[in-house]
């Protein structure tokens, strides 16, 4: 009864809690936001490894073929406390964001199957920037204001399959929904009246993946695990508003509208490139297990997006590489709790395709993590920690050094169980 009363809590954070601002990155100024790393709470504390990686009580969400090896029906939910330190050359600052990351439920079907089905933010968009505009004399002439809010999130279903005796397959469907807002205001010294531009987009499609693992004993103890995932190409389309409008030049933030310039609707498609993901690992099961996992796509494509009316971005070819493990010094113990505690670390380095004054936006990070066991039982509580670099002072770019903390929790039962009354 108290596990279920923990799911119902977990549920109404969740329908408020995606709605709260998630990002506070000036690098989601770009496209639709800031790509979420659709990973678990645990696979990003060990450097965002797990297309490889199983468990009978724990979900990853890399690749849908570890479904097949679920044993125990599993709640998933996890937060994030994201903190930036900003640097242009010039001026630092500060930012930080709290919000939800997922909500997820996998279920096992047999002793060969299972599915899951959750939500999760897709993109991210939170950013305030200001850019001057000075005369001769370092007098300030005019100011330009950007701001954004909003993002996607991801209805996804997956289903894994135990195909061979060592070959896990799996299939995964995702319907991808959200709304962003971008506005520009611009005010002029000794102009009466100011000029806001502003979008309002809604952004919907499909998006599928296919995934296969395999796994083999090395030896009496050693495991072998290797994973493969497949993110089909897909469209996203792009509808919404477009205004430019004057409005009273104030300094107490209040946009009073004037006069319309420009009311517009617009049309355009987001084409997502295919992501590919290798992934290898070895390990003994329910003790340790360390892997490598490398991912790469081909550019994102705007076409005739008002999202990506710049110059000065432009994409390209992206990748990333992962290492990372976890450590559990003995799970099944009775004696000891920290025997069973589970200790989880990595690495991982992105080149993220984006390219601003032809300068490349590249991601560097660091990670730990904690599995604290609830109880006697197999549910947990995990801990984790990021660090790292995005971005640097070059060009007119920021550089941002983040340190994101995630909270998430595991709670596992047994469904479907026929019950024996003597």
């Known amino acids: 009864m108290i596990k279920k009363l923990i799911v119902l809590a977990i549920i109404l954070l969740s329908l408020h809690g995606f709605a709260q601002k998630n990002n506070s990155s000036p690098y989601s100024f770009f496209g639709v936001g800031d790509e979420t790393a659709q990973k678990t709470a645990e696979e990003i504390s060990m450097g965002q490894i797990g297309a490889a990686f199983n468990s009978t009580h724990q979900l990853t969400f890399s690749n849908p073929a570890s479904l097949a090896s679920l044993r125990f029906t599993t709640y998933a939910f996890a937060g994030v406390n994201k903190g930036l330190r900003l640097d242009d050359g010039t001026n630092t600052g500060s930012a930080s964001s709290t919000s939800l990351s997922y909500l997820a439920l996998g279920i096992p079907i047999g002793s060969k199957a299972g599915f899951s089905f959750g939500l999760q933010p897709n993109t ?3 950013y305030s920037l200001i850019e001057e505009f000075r005369d001769g004399e370092d007098n300030l002439t005019a100011l330009n204001l950007y701001s954004g809010e909003g993002g996607t999130n991801r209805v996804f279903l997956g289903f894994g399959y135990k195909l061979l005796k060592n070959v896990n397959v799996g299939i995964e469907t995702a319907y991808v929904f959200g709304s962003i807002e971008n506005t520009l205001l611009n005010r002029r010294d000794g102009v009466q009246l100011a000029t806001m531009h502003k979008t309002d987009s809604d952004v919907r499609g499909l998006s599928s993946k296919l995934g296969v693992q395999y796994n083999a004993k090395i030896n009496d103890e050693l495991w072998l695990k290797a994973g493969g995932v497949v993110n089909f190409n897909n469209d996203l389309s792009n509808k919404g508003k477009e205004y430019l409008f004057s409005l009273i030049n104030t300094d107490n933030g209040v946009v009073s509208a004037r006069d319309t310039i420009v009311n517009n609707t617009f049309k355009s498609t987001i084409k997502k490139p295919l992501n590919t993901i290798l992934s290898v690992g070895v390990g003994e099961e329910n003790k340790w297990y360390a892997g490598i996992e490398y991912s790469f796509q081909d550019a994102i494509d705007f076409t005739d997006a008002v999202l990506e009316d ?5 994409y390209e070819k992206s990748n990333r590489i992962s290492i990372g493990g ?29 390219l601003v004054n032809n300068t490349a936006v590249n991601d560097f990070g660091i990670s730990f993590g904690v599995g604290l066991p609830i109880g006697q039982q197999l549910s947990n509580v995990n801990f984790g920690v990021e660090m790292g670099k995005r971005g640097k002072i070059s060009n007119d770019l920021v550089k941002e050094n983040y340190l994101n903390f995630r909270l998430s929790l595991t709670l596992n039962d047994r469904w479907f169980i026929k019950r024996d009354i003597r």
């Open 310 to 314: 710049n110059s000065k971005v432009s």
């Open 326 to 354: 976890y450590y559990t010094p003995k799970f099944n113990s009775i004696t000891s709790y920290w025997q069973r505690t589970t200790f989880r670390a990595g690495l991982n380095y992105k080149k993220t395709g984006l």
């Open 124 to 126: 991210t968009v939170g």
